[in-house]
């Protein structure tokens, strides 16, 4: 988990305990030292976040802190709503899953008026549902973009040829029918797109490309072509 990830992570956590929560129980929820929580309690109190308490007592957060909410328009409410209907329709089960909790809690927590519009169903994204892939989970795939972590993948190309690849996932691309990995390739030492329903098996590794990831995106997004011979 990347840090700012995790700095808002502690905060939701402290938000939502009723008792003072230890450095220890935060490292175990999300997977990482008890020293890297130290270090990140005393980064968010710098930052004037209202955090009390100290090592061995446990952590509380002062009551009347919290995010800023979001407030948009009812054209903005709408545009969401349209857009979890679409990624509804991806082969990403995680993702369909979370599209449904955002849309529950946008419902309920708008004004009754804009609510009522929005249970109203007129908002409709249509088109086939993408098929879960069944060799990559694609919820891996994007914690490893997030956390920069490498994938080991057996792939397939569209002859039939498999081959054990590491790759440096850098982005995903949702289409109708399948999900497209933009990754470095260390095999071909190149930026390459791996559809997920050819990917037999995926792991992660326990390696990482730490700051390398926005400029592999920027390498991709500038155009670059790899040369030809395929994935």
Not at 36 to 49: E, F, H, K, N, T
Not at 118 to 146: E, K
Not at 216 to 226: A, K, N, Q, T, V
């Amino acid at each position: 988990m990347r840090k700012a990830s995790r700095l808002f992570e502690i905060i939701q956590i402290l938000r939502l305990a009723r008792k003072p929560v230890t450095a220890a129980e935060m490292a175990e929820t999300l997977e990482v030292t008890p020293r890297s929580i130290y270090r990140d309690i005393a980064a968010l109190q710098a930052m004037r976040v209202p955090i009390e308490g100290g090592r061995g007592i446990g952590y509380i957060l002062r009551p009347g802190f919290d995010l800023p909410p979001l407030m948009f328009s009812i054209e903005e409410t709408e545009a969401i709503v349209l857009a979890l209907a679409l990624l509804a329709r991806t082969g990403d089960e995680e993702l369909r899953a979370a599209a449904g909790r955002v849309n529950q809690k946008i419902t309920g927590a708008v004004p009754e008026p804009l609510r009522l519009a929005l249970r109203s169903q007129a908002l409709h994204a249509w088109g086939t549902v993408a098929p879960s892939p069944t060799g990559v989970d694609l919820a891996l795939v994007r914690r490893a973009i997030r956390d920069e972590r490498k994938l080991g993948i057996d792939y397939r190309d569209e002859l039939g040829r498999a081959t054990e690849r590491t790759i440096r996932p850098v982005a995903l691309i949702y289409y109708s029918e399948t999900a497209n990995i933009v990754a470095w390739c260390e095999l071909r030492q190149a930026i390459r797109n791996f559809r997920a329903d050819r990917v037999e098996h995926c792991e992660a590794t326990d390696d990482f490309f730490p700051g390398e990831g926005e400029g592999l995106r920027d390498l991709w997004i500038s155009g670059w072509r790899p040369q030809p011979g395929g994935a």
